[in-house]
């Protein structure tokens, strides 16, 4: 890094501005894209109706399926462009000293019986902790609140010193952090994953499972049958309507707990894939220093 920091962080930030420019530009002409393919299957069945249509949609549903693909990288990719740009608004922002009132504020942490939190502003709005923290989850939040609340030997601060030398010239390795947990500012909550982990089975017995797998098979199969096939029998056509309603059945009956089991799941994957692809020295220092290095019982707790 040649520049001064300030200037470093402008041109990098000009750079992926245009990039973010350009994936948004190109999401939106995929989307076009996948406009003009579904209505080319509609004018497909106009001109040809149904039953000698249908076979023809085969084409348009493949490319239908490619560009939703590719329009979910695009917009993969320009939301990591937009977390880049936040990343080094954040950081010009900082070294403009124009921080207070966009970070956390660390609140949570405050104790009224501290000897010296509430002297030193350690928390609050306007806080050390506000201008200090960049974390992404609850527990690096709450290692750098004890960081703060209780003091050090000297050989851990000359370490973490050491640690902050090392990683300032890596622009690259922080912003690929911050890109990677831009959005989940809630984080890893771990009382969270643990009841997610432990919770019971709401959706019956795996025989129950299997039967309604098995329901879902033979409904497809007859409506398939029936939309795409030969001319069907008035007993499958009844068959096909039966089963469906069966399926919208079951599918009342079990929509409070599958309700249940998708809001349960979506924070925990949230927090499960920041944890399964944040692979980082830093982290791995963290665990070395925690296996290496006794902590007090409260710490422990």
Known sequence: MSLPIDQEYGRRLEARRQT???RERAQIRLSNVRLAIAGSAVLLLIVLGWRA???WLVLPFAAFVVAAIIHARLLNDRDRAQSAVAFYERGLARLAHDWIGRGSTGE???EA???FADDLDLFGRGSAFELLSTSRTRA??????SWLLNPAPPDEIRARQGAVAELAPKIDLRESIA????GLRVGVDAALLRGWATSPHRLGQ???RLALLALSVVTGTLLAWW???PEPPILVVRAAIILAGVEGLVALWYRRQVHHVVHAVDPASRDLELLSTSRTRAGEDVLASWLLNPAPPDEIR
């Open 140 to 145: 690096g939040e709450d290692v750098l609140a």
């Open 53 to 55: 249509g249908a076979p």
């Open 113 to 115: 019986d501290h000897p």
């Open 179 to 182: 890109v990677l947990g831009d």
């Open 108 to 110: 949570r942490f405050r």
């Open 20 to 22: 973010l420019a350009d």
């Open 206 to 208: 795996p025989a129950v």
């Open 227 to 229: 939309w795409f096939g």
